[in-house]
Protein backbone atom coordinates (compact mmCIF):
# COMPACT_ATOMS: atom_id res chain seq x y z
CA UNK A 1 0.00 0.00 0.00
CA UNK A 2 2.81 2.45 0.99
CA UNK A 3 4.80 1.66 -2.00
CA UNK A 4 1.51 2.24 -4.11
CA UNK A 5 0.68 5.67 -2.78
CA UNK A 6 4.07 6.57 -3.05
CA UNK A 7 4.08 5.65 -6.88
CA UNK A 8 0.85 7.80 -6.89
CA UNK A 9 2.62 10.79 -4.90
CA UNK A 10 5.34 10.30 -7.72
CA UNK A 11 3.01 10.33 -10.99
CA UNK A 12 1.17 13.38 -9.39
CA UNK A 13 4.20 15.36 -8.22
CA UNK A 14 5.49 14.60 -11.99
CA UNK A 15 2.72 15.55 -13.85
CA UNK A 16 2.56 19.03 -11.99
CA UNK A 17 6.05 19.15 -12.74
CA UNK A 18 5.30 19.11 -16.65
CA UNK A 19 1.86 20.89 -16.18
CA UNK A 20 4.27 23.82 -14.74
CA UNK A 21 6.82 23.85 -17.49
CA UNK A 22 3.80 23.40 -20.38
CA UNK A 23 2.36 26.49 -18.08
CA UNK A 24 5.49 28.62 -18.62
CA UNK A 25 5.54 31.56 -20.42
CA UNK A 26 8.69 32.72 -21.68
CA UNK A 27 9.54 36.23 -22.53
CA UNK A 28 8.72 36.31 -26.51
CA UNK A 29 8.58 40.16 -26.80
CA UNK A 30 11.71 40.98 -24.81
CA UNK A 31 14.80 42.10 -27.27
CA UNK A 32 17.80 39.62 -25.67
CA UNK A 33 19.84 43.63 -25.61
CA UNK A 34 23.57 44.17 -25.38
CA UNK A 35 25.62 46.02 -28.07
CA UNK A 36 24.76 44.84 -31.77
CA UNK A 37 28.28 43.72 -32.43
CA UNK A 38 28.54 42.07 -29.44
CA UNK A 39 27.31 38.68 -27.34
CA UNK A 40 24.75 38.12 -24.89
CA UNK A 41 23.22 35.23 -22.74
CA UNK A 42 19.34 35.13 -22.52
CA UNK A 43 18.30 32.33 -19.65
CA UNK A 44 15.40 30.71 -20.61
CA UNK A 45 14.68 28.61 -17.76
CA UNK A 46 15.89 25.00 -15.83
CA UNK A 47 19.30 24.84 -17.30
CA UNK A 48 18.48 26.28 -21.22
CA UNK A 49 20.02 29.65 -22.69
CA UNK A 50 20.25 31.57 -25.79
CA UNK A 51 23.60 33.03 -26.49
CA UNK A 52 24.21 35.59 -29.40
CA UNK A 53 26.99 36.26 -30.76
CA UNK A 54 26.35 39.48 -33.16
CA UNK A 55 23.39 38.57 -35.46
CA UNK A 56 23.97 34.55 -34.54
CA UNK A 57 22.64 32.67 -31.90
CA UNK A 58 22.64 28.84 -30.44
CA UNK A 59 21.17 27.51 -27.61
CA UNK A 60 23.12 25.38 -24.55
CA UNK A 61 21.92 23.11 -22.13
CA UNK A 62 23.59 22.73 -18.97
CA UNK A 63 23.33 19.61 -16.54
CA UNK A 64 24.07 17.99 -13.71
CA UNK A 65 26.55 15.85 -15.71
CA UNK A 66 27.50 18.28 -18.08
CA UNK A 67 26.48 21.27 -21.20
CA UNK A 68 24.98 20.18 -24.69
CA UNK A 69 26.33 23.22 -26.68
CA UNK A 70 24.83 23.72 -30.15
CA UNK A 71 26.34 25.58 -33.07
CA UNK A 72 29.70 26.89 -32.20
CA UNK A 73 29.61 29.67 -35.06
CA UNK A 74 32.98 30.90 -35.10
CA UNK A 75 36.66 30.33 -32.94
CA UNK A 76 36.10 34.25 -31.44
CA UNK A 77 32.45 33.28 -30.63
CA UNK A 78 33.35 29.76 -29.61
CA UNK A 79 36.14 31.80 -27.19
CA UNK A 80 33.02 33.72 -25.36
CA UNK A 81 30.52 31.13 -25.33
CA UNK A 82 32.97 28.51 -23.37
CA UNK A 83 33.71 31.71 -21.14
CA UNK A 84 29.99 32.18 -20.12
CA UNK A 85 29.67 28.56 -19.67
CA UNK A 86 32.51 28.45 -17.16
CA UNK A 87 30.50 31.66 -15.12
CA UNK A 88 27.43 29.07 -14.96
CA UNK A 89 29.04 25.63 -14.15
CA UNK A 90 32.11 23.54 -13.57
CA UNK A 91 30.81 20.68 -15.91
CA UNK A 92 32.32 19.83 -18.69
CA UNK A 93 30.80 20.62 -21.97
CA UNK A 94 29.84 16.97 -23.39
CA UNK A 95 27.93 17.22 -26.69
CA UNK A 96 28.21 19.59 -29.45
CA UNK A 97 25.48 19.73 -31.81
CA UNK A 98 25.81 21.06 -35.25
CA UNK A 99 22.87 22.22 -37.28
CA UNK A 100 23.78 21.72 -40.63
CA UNK A 101 27.16 22.18 -42.58
CA UNK A 102 27.74 25.81 -43.29
CA UNK A 103 31.13 26.98 -41.51
CA UNK A 104 29.46 30.61 -40.69
CA UNK A 105 27.24 28.74 -38.00
CA UNK A 106 29.55 25.16 -36.57
CA UNK A 107 33.28 26.57 -36.81
CA UNK A 108 35.42 26.77 -33.90
CA UNK A 109 34.30 23.78 -31.83
CA UNK A 110 38.02 22.59 -31.72
CA UNK A 111 38.46 24.00 -28.44
CA UNK A 112 35.05 21.70 -27.30
CA UNK A 113 37.49 18.74 -28.02
CA UNK A 114 39.79 19.68 -25.80
CA UNK A 115 37.09 19.60 -23.12
CA UNK A 116 36.18 16.07 -24.66
CA UNK A 117 32.98 16.85 -25.81
CA UNK A 118 31.33 14.65 -28.55
CA UNK A 119 29.79 15.97 -32.20
CA UNK A 120 26.83 15.08 -33.60
CA UNK A 121 25.16 15.46 -36.60
CA UNK A 122 23.63 14.67 -39.51
CA UNK A 123 25.51 12.20 -41.64
CA UNK A 124 25.74 14.35 -44.77
CA UNK A 125 27.76 16.51 -42.53
CA UNK A 126 30.35 13.83 -43.11
CA UNK A 127 31.05 14.34 -46.35
CA UNK A 128 30.17 18.17 -47.21
CA UNK A 129 32.68 18.70 -44.53
CA UNK A 130 35.44 16.37 -46.15
CA UNK A 131 35.17 18.22 -49.35
CA UNK A 132 35.53 21.51 -47.54
CA UNK A 133 37.41 20.65 -44.25
CA UNK A 134 38.27 23.44 -41.75
CA UNK A 135 40.90 22.84 -39.13
CA UNK A 136 38.81 24.50 -36.49
CA UNK A 137 35.87 22.12 -37.17
CA UNK A 138 35.77 19.08 -35.73
CA UNK A 139 33.80 15.84 -37.82
CA UNK A 140 30.96 14.73 -35.85
CA UNK A 141 31.40 11.77 -33.69
CA UNK A 142 27.82 10.61 -33.59
CA UNK A 143 25.57 10.91 -36.79
CA UNK A 144 22.33 9.53 -37.51
CA UNK A 145 20.06 9.81 -40.63
CA UNK A 146 16.24 10.05 -39.52
CA UNK A 147 16.21 11.84 -35.87
CA UNK A 148 18.71 11.20 -32.81
CA UNK A 149 17.90 11.69 -29.31
CA UNK A 150 20.40 12.92 -27.72
CA UNK A 151 20.18 12.85 -23.40
CA UNK A 152 21.72 14.16 -20.80
CA UNK A 153 21.57 14.36 -16.92
CA UNK A 154 17.80 14.07 -17.52
CA UNK A 155 17.59 16.43 -20.35
CA UNK A 156 16.25 15.28 -23.88
CA UNK A 157 17.37 17.20 -27.17
CA UNK A 158 15.60 15.51 -30.33
CA UNK A 159 17.07 16.10 -33.42
CA UNK A 160 15.21 15.84 -36.76
CA UNK A 161 16.17 15.70 -40.64
CA UNK A 162 13.39 16.64 -43.03
CA UNK A 163 15.58 15.88 -45.89
CA UNK A 164 17.46 18.77 -48.35
CA UNK A 165 15.96 22.43 -48.05
CA UNK A 166 19.09 24.43 -47.17
CA UNK A 167 22.13 22.21 -47.67
CA UNK A 168 21.63 18.27 -47.17
CA UNK A 169 22.74 18.24 -43.67
CA UNK A 170 20.15 20.25 -41.68
CA UNK A 171 18.54 19.26 -38.88
CA UNK A 172 16.11 21.15 -35.87
CA UNK A 173 16.50 20.72 -32.27
CA UNK A 174 13.26 20.18 -29.92
CA UNK A 175 13.29 20.33 -25.96
CA UNK A 176 10.44 18.46 -25.43
CA UNK A 177 9.98 19.26 -21.45
CA UNK A 178 10.00 23.29 -22.97
CA UNK A 179 7.94 22.82 -26.30
CA UNK A 180 11.02 24.58 -27.81
CA UNK A 181 12.15 24.49 -31.51
CA UNK A 182 16.01 25.63 -31.80
CA UNK A 183 16.10 26.34 -36.21
CA UNK A 184 18.81 27.77 -37.63
CA UNK A 185 18.62 29.46 -41.66
CA UNK A 186 15.09 27.90 -42.34
CA UNK A 187 13.18 30.51 -40.11
CA UNK A 188 14.08 33.72 -39.41
CA UNK A 189 11.19 35.57 -37.98
CA UNK A 190 10.84 38.97 -38.78
CA UNK A 191 12.88 39.29 -41.82
CA UNK A 192 12.82 38.35 -45.37
CA UNK A 193 14.98 35.61 -46.94
CA UNK A 194 18.72 35.74 -46.56
CA UNK A 195 20.14 38.18 -49.73
CA UNK A 196 20.37 35.60 -53.22
CA UNK A 197 19.12 32.49 -50.66
CA UNK A 198 22.80 31.07 -50.61
CA UNK A 199 22.32 27.11 -50.90
CA UNK A 200 18.69 27.26 -50.24
CA UNK A 201 16.15 25.16 -51.98
CA UNK A 202 12.65 27.21 -52.63
CA UNK A 203 10.47 24.16 -52.57
CA UNK A 204 11.99 22.07 -50.91
CA UNK A 205 12.09 24.54 -47.93
CA UNK A 206 8.74 25.39 -48.12
CA UNK A 207 7.77 21.37 -48.00
CA UNK A 208 10.02 21.23 -44.81
CA UNK A 209 8.21 23.96 -43.06
CA UNK A 210 5.04 22.42 -43.39
CA UNK A 211 6.31 19.17 -42.14
CA UNK A 212 8.06 21.19 -38.84
CA UNK A 213 4.73 22.89 -38.54
CA UNK A 214 3.33 19.22 -37.52
CA UNK A 215 5.64 18.57 -34.74
CA UNK A 216 4.85 18.95 -31.16
CA UNK A 217 6.53 22.55 -29.90
CA UNK A 218 5.13 26.08 -28.87
CA UNK A 219 8.26 28.03 -28.97
CA UNK A 220 10.79 29.33 -31.36
CA UNK A 221 14.68 30.20 -31.02
CA UNK A 222 16.19 30.83 -34.54
CA UNK A 223 19.95 31.14 -35.11
CA UNK A 224 20.04 34.63 -36.16
CA UNK A 225 18.11 37.83 -34.75
CA UNK A 226 19.97 41.04 -34.02
CA UNK A 227 19.93 42.39 -29.94
CA UNK A 228 16.71 44.31 -30.66
CA UNK A 229 15.16 40.73 -31.18
CA UNK A 230 13.74 38.56 -28.66
CA UNK A 231 15.61 35.43 -27.56
CA UNK A 232 12.27 33.20 -27.99
CA UNK A 233 9.26 34.00 -30.08
CA UNK A 234 5.90 31.86 -30.60
CA UNK A 235 5.38 28.61 -32.96
CA UNK A 236 3.48 30.37 -35.32
CA UNK A 237 6.87 32.26 -36.83
CA UNK A 238 7.71 29.04 -38.63
CA UNK A 239 3.91 29.31 -40.76
CA UNK A 240 4.53 33.26 -40.98
CA UNK A 241 8.34 32.12 -42.94
CA UNK A 242 6.30 29.49 -44.90
CA UNK A 243 3.51 31.95 -46.16
CA UNK A 244 6.04 34.75 -46.96
CA UNK A 245 8.18 32.36 -49.40
CA UNK A 246 5.05 30.87 -51.00
CA UNK A 247 3.78 34.75 -51.44
CA UNK A 248 7.39 35.34 -52.71
CA UNK A 249 7.26 32.82 -55.53
CA UNK A 250 3.78 33.06 -55.93
CA UNK A 251 4.59 37.01 -57.16
CA UNK A 252 7.49 36.47 -58.91
CA UNK A 253 5.84 33.12 -61.18
CA UNK A 254 2.89 35.88 -61.19
CA UNK A 255 5.19 38.02 -63.04
CA UNK A 256 6.38 35.81 -65.51
CA UNK A 257 3.22 33.96 -65.96
CA UNK A 258 2.29 37.92 -67.51
CA UNK A 259 5.04 38.00 -69.69
CA UNK A 260 8.40 39.03 -67.22
CA UNK A 261 11.23 37.52 -68.48
CA UNK A 262 14.07 40.16 -67.51
CA UNK A 263 15.41 39.39 -63.70
CA UNK A 264 16.19 42.66 -63.36
CA UNK A 265 12.74 44.24 -64.42
CA UNK A 266 11.64 41.76 -61.76
CA UNK A 267 13.49 42.91 -59.61
CA UNK A 268 11.65 46.40 -59.52
CA UNK A 269 8.41 45.43 -60.22
CA UNK A 270 7.62 42.81 -58.07
CA UNK A 271 6.44 44.42 -54.61
CA UNK A 272 5.30 42.26 -51.29
CA UNK A 273 3.84 45.14 -49.28
CA UNK A 274 2.56 42.89 -46.92
CA UNK A 275 6.10 42.32 -45.49
CA UNK A 276 7.30 45.91 -45.37
CA UNK A 277 8.12 46.51 -42.01
CA UNK A 278 9.59 43.06 -41.81
CA UNK A 279 13.88 43.36 -42.00
CA UNK A 280 15.52 43.83 -44.87
CA UNK A 281 12.39 44.84 -46.74
CA UNK A 282 13.81 46.86 -49.07
CA UNK A 283 17.64 45.64 -49.92
CA UNK A 284 17.04 41.97 -49.82
CA UNK A 285 13.60 41.67 -51.18
CA UNK A 286 14.99 42.19 -54.76
CA UNK A 287 17.51 39.39 -53.86
CA UNK A 288 14.97 37.01 -53.59
CA UNK A 289 13.27 37.37 -56.25
CA UNK A 290 16.24 37.22 -58.62
CA UNK A 291 17.21 34.04 -57.03
CA UNK A 292 12.86 32.50 -57.39
CA UNK A 293 13.52 33.89 -61.18
CA UNK A 294 16.53 31.61 -61.34
CA UNK A 295 14.67 28.70 -59.68
CA UNK A 296 11.67 29.00 -61.91
CA UNK A 297 13.80 29.80 -65.08
CA UNK A 298 16.50 27.16 -64.70
CA UNK A 299 14.42 24.61 -62.99
CA UNK A 300 16.64 24.30 -59.89
ZN1 LIG B 1 23.41 27.99 -43.50
Do not use: C
Not at 35 to 47: A, C, K, N, Y
Not at 157 to 164: D, K, R, S
Not at 275 to 281: A, F, S
Not at 284 to 296: D, G, T, V
Amino acid sequence: MKTFLNSVILILGLSLFSQAYADQKFPINKPVGGELFGHSVSPIGDGVYVFRWWVYRNIFIVTDEGVIVTDPMNPKAAKLLQAEIRKITDKPVKYVVYSHNHHDHISGGIIFKAEGAKFVGHENILKELSDHPSAVTPLPDITFKDNYELTLGGRTLILEHYGPNHGESLVTMRLPREKILFVVDIVTPRRVAFRMMPDFWPDEWIRSLKEIEAADFEYVISGHGPHTEPAIDVASVVMEQRVYLEDLLAAVKGAMDAGVHNPDELKTSVKLPKYQEWRYYEEWLPMNIERIWAFYHMGW
